[in-house]
């Protein structure tokens, strides 16, 4: 399971604030956050908000200060998606667990 000993630690941290930051830039409304691990080990972030608008990875400019979040969370999780429903939607990713205890840069390839 994920500790704070774990080298993914820091991107589970940037995860979670890129999401909830994109929630009340984009979103506007309440939202949620939901942390939870399955039985093998893969840890789930999903942030709930009450907007049913769809995020997407934009390209911007090196002096942008803003447009990085989804970016962020597509290179710093194994995966990641939305789930959308009648009461808005959920941005969620995984991060599968690491029988090594190490993570590598192929691995988000």
Same mark, same amino acid.
């Given at each position: 399971?994920?500790?704070a000993?774990?080298?993914?630690?820091?991107?589970v941290v940037l995860?979670?604030?890129?999401?909830?930051?994109?929630?009340?830039?984009?979103?506007?409304t309440?939202?949620?956050?939901?942390?939870?691990?399955d039985?093998?080990?893969?840890f789930?972030?999903?942030?709930r908000?009450?907007?049913?608008?769809?995020?997407?990875?934009?390209?911007?400019s090196?002096g942008?200060?803003?447009?990085?979040?989804?970016?962020?969370?597509?290179?710093?999780?194994?995966r990641?998606g939305?789930?959308? *429903?009648?009461?808005?939607?959920?941005?969620?990713c995984?991060?599968d667990?690491?029988l090594?205890?190490? *993570?590598?840069?192929s *691995?988000?390839e």
């Amino acid at each position: 399971m994920l500790g704070a000993a774990d080298p993914r630690c820091g991107d589970v941290v940037l995860v979670v604030s890129e999401l909830a930051s994109n929630a009340v830039l984009h979103a506007r409304t309440a939202f949620s956050v939901r942390l939870t691990v399955d039985p093998i080990g893969r840890f789930r972030i999903e942030v709930r908000d009450g907007s049913r608008e769809q995020p997407t990875v934009k390209r911007f400019s090196a002096g942008a200060v803003t447009g990085r979040g989804v970016g962020i969370v597509e290179l710093c999780s194994d995966r990641w998606g939305v789930d959308v *429903d009648g009461d808005g939607k959920a941005v969620w990713c995984e991060f599968d667990p690491r029988l090594d205890g190490h *993570d590598t840069p192929s *691995d988000h390839e």
